[in-house]
């Protein structure tokens, strides 16, 4: 099983509609962040959070909201979604504490490609 | 706009060759990591380095810093079929931030 998983991995929904992206991890990792990617634009950060009491916005977090409902979810809402919404969403996990080498390092999951009609 | 820049925005070289690829940004950082995706896939990390490291090797992968210029590179050497991919700097800024340029596209042709 994957460390990150995000569902659903595709969705096709109308403007106006509410749309939850899920993601959970099992890595432990305290650090969860909301990405999305569009073409030409590389990721942009909408939000991140470092636990369940701590989220900030990112460089896009308006028309989004997030919820971190445990260590191990956080979950990335478009409470009404317009089609400049339509993107690849990613979402990614951090452990700034672990003190290798690589602490900081982002694991992504594979992505939540969205379409707003 | 914290978000970097890389260049070349896309690069095809034949295998064998060395591939380039240089990051620039705009404010302070604690370090740079590079990562690659492919085809729409999720991120994979390469390598790290830290904001008081000049230079990291990694395999055929080597990343150089340079905090005056606010600028990195990335060298892949000898470069492979399976190299083909988009190419991506993060930079993690002070405010715990991680932000990411707009990639670059690099194809290696047989």
């Known amino acids: 099983d994957a460390d990150v998983t995000q569902t659903p991995r595709n969705r096709i929904t109308k403007t106006g509609k509410r749309i939850m992206l899920e993601c959970s991890q099992t890595?432990?990792?305290?650090?969860m962040y909301w990405y999305r990617q569009d073409p030409g634009l590389g990721l942009r950060l909408i939000y991140y959070?470092?636990?369940?009491?701590?989220?900030n916005k990112g460089e896009i977090s308006d028309g989004y909201s997030v919820s971190r409902q445990a260590q191990a979810k956080f979950s990335l809402s478009l409470e009404s979604a317009i089609p400049n919404q339509t993107a690849l969403y990613f979402c990614a996990t951090s452990d700034l504490y672990s003190g290798g080498p690589n602490t900081g390092e982002l694991f992504f999951g594979e992505g939540s490609r969205l379409t707003v009609l | 706009s914290q978000q970097g820049e890389e260049d070349p925005q896309a690069l095809s070289i034949q295998e064998g060759e060395n591939a380039t690829m240089n990051c620039s940004y705009k404010?302070?950082?604690?370090?740079l990591q590079w990562y690659r995706q492919n085809s729409g896939r999720g991120l994979v990390h390469l390598i790290l380095?830290?904001?008081?490291?000049r230079e990291k090797h990694s395999g055929r992968l080597r990343v150089t810093l340079d905090t005056s210029k606010k600028s990195s590179s990335l060298l892949i050497t000898a470069s492979r079929a399976a190299d083909t991919a988009s190419y991506f700097c993060a930079t993690y800024h002070r405010d715990d931030k991680i932000i990411f340029g707009k990639g670059t596209r690099l194809h290696i042709l047989p």
């Open positions: 404010t302070s950082i604690n370090n």
């Open positions: 380095i830290r904001s008081n490291e």
């Open positions: 890595k432990g990792h305290d650090r």
């Open positions: 959070s470092f636990d369940v009491k701590d989220i």
